[in-house]
């Protein structure tokens, strides 16, 4: 399975952004999604999960209301819809998969990584 972010960037504190996650090599209908990050210094964050059905929706806590996850199973991808942004949302955005996986909030459940994309919010 392979995961690929895109949708990364330089915005300013109060915008929007979507970023994306194209899967390929395995069913993307059974798999479980879920979008981490990782800012300079910390640990992997949990952000937003999909069971494997999409019936399913879990999210961090200290990001609800701001983001949004999403996917087309038509085009194998899943979005993390992020609004409102402030810089203490600076990090490496990742995608996750789990094959029949839950919406967990746990990493060490993922079994497939993508390789991260950068969001920067400037003040």
């Known amino acids: ?15 929007s952004l979507r970023l994306s996650c194209t899967v ?15 800012a300079p210094g910390k640990e992997r964050e949990f952000v937003a999960a999909f069971n494997w059905s999409g019936a399913i929706t879990n999210y961090a806590d200290s ?12 085009k194998n991808t899943v979005y993390l819809r992020m609004i409102s942004l402030r810089p203490e949302d600076t990090a490496v955005y990742y995608c996750a998969a789990d094959t029949f996986g839950g919406a967990t909030m746990k990493a060490a459940e993922y079994d497939y990584w993508g390789q991260g994309t950068q969001v920067t919010v400037s003040s």
């Open 1 to 15: 399975v392979q995961l690929v972010e895109s949708g990364g960037g330089l915005v300013q504190a109060g915008d």
């Open 24 to 38: 390929s090599g395995r069913l993307f209908s059974r798999l479980a999604m879920g979008w981490f990050r990782q």
């Open 63 to 74: 990001l609800k209301g701001r983001v949004t996850i999403s996917r087309d199973n038509t």
